[in-house]
């Protein structure tokens, strides 16, 4: 006779993304040293971190989204590292991908134009000070905004959704970039897989 296990007993284990990409695939504008360095090393130790932080915890049985919206401390530092790194790397290709005319709509709608956007966003991710992220997010009215976060925080923890991300800590450029941000900015724009925050409406 058979039987459901409870899902509260089930350890969650979080796992390191696979790219979708190749590590040269992004190359000239994102080199495979910072993909290694980024993805391998970086966001592999926020897993690793996680999973030995929340064992024996209520939160080894949450997803990534419950433990962002309960937890503090390094518990929550980690959890969101690894959110936000999810978002921002599966959020970049090398293939030609366009804006929905969903999305395109939503944008004129809340910057008055695409190019606007682009330049509000860029702006902001230049002049953003220290470590964080920066983030295209939709409230629960449907309002597109960008936002600013610093180190670990995350637009999903103040109730905003993220449909897409730039990294703005140093390590996710300066092998390439060295301390040029707004060049980085630049051609990390030409990266972004619209395909992919197209779905996350």
Known sequence: MGYTKNLKDITMKHELINLPYSYDALEPLMSKETLEFHHDKHHQTYVTKLNELIVGTKYETMTLEEIINSADGAIFNNAAQV????????GLTNKGTKLSQELSDLITASFDSVEQFKAEFI????????????????????TLSIEATSNAQTP?????YPLMVV????????IDYRNVR?????????LINWDYVNERL
């Open 83 to 90: 959110y936000n790194h999810d978002i921002f790397f599966l």
């Open 123 to 142: 702006t902001k991710a230049t002049t953003h000070f220290g470590s964080g992220w920066v983030w295209l997010v939709i409230d629960e009215k449907g």
């Open 156 to 160: 999903l923890a103040n109730g905003n």
């Open 167 to 174: 990294d703005v800590w140093e390590h996710a450029y300066y």
């Open 182 to 190: 707004p060049k980085y900015l630049e051609n990390w724009w030409q």
